[in-house]
């Protein structure tokens, strides 16, 4: 059930982000919905593969490089899905950032609902 709840919470955030940045495209809900998906997927499997392998970079940026890797995740789900497009890196890069923080400020009301 949490992790229903967090996939519409993220496809809302997604929704959200698309109407207010420019150069990030959604078709509807049920394309952010699939878009949550597919971030939660790729976080889950393709992620901690990069963060492994990049490692030494990672360590020489103290840390920043791990913004290019969820810009990359975002890019990479762009390609997966049709209903959702991001122009450039940089949009990507301020996508992640946005979605990483409102997510953060969302999931944190819901866990203080339970409390």
Request: proline share 3%.
């Amino acid at each position: 059930m949490n992790l229903l709840i967090r996939l519409l919470v993220t496809a809302g955030i997604v929704l959200l982000l698309a109407h207010f940045l420019p150069n990030v495209n959604v078709t509807g809900f049920e394309a952010a919905l699939i878009v949550a998906v597919v971030l939660a997927v790729l976080n889950f499997i393709v992620k901690p593969i990069l963060v492994i392998l990049t490692i030494p970079i990672t360590i020489m940026t103290l840390g920043l490089f791990l913004f290019v890797i969820n810009a990359g995740i975002i890019l990479l789900a762009d390609n997966f899905i049709d209903g959702f497009a991001v122009n450039g890196f940089w949009t990507a890069l301020l996508f992640s950032v946005l979605l990483s923080i409102c997510q953060s400020i969302a999931y944190s009301i819901l866990n203080g609902d339970k409390k």
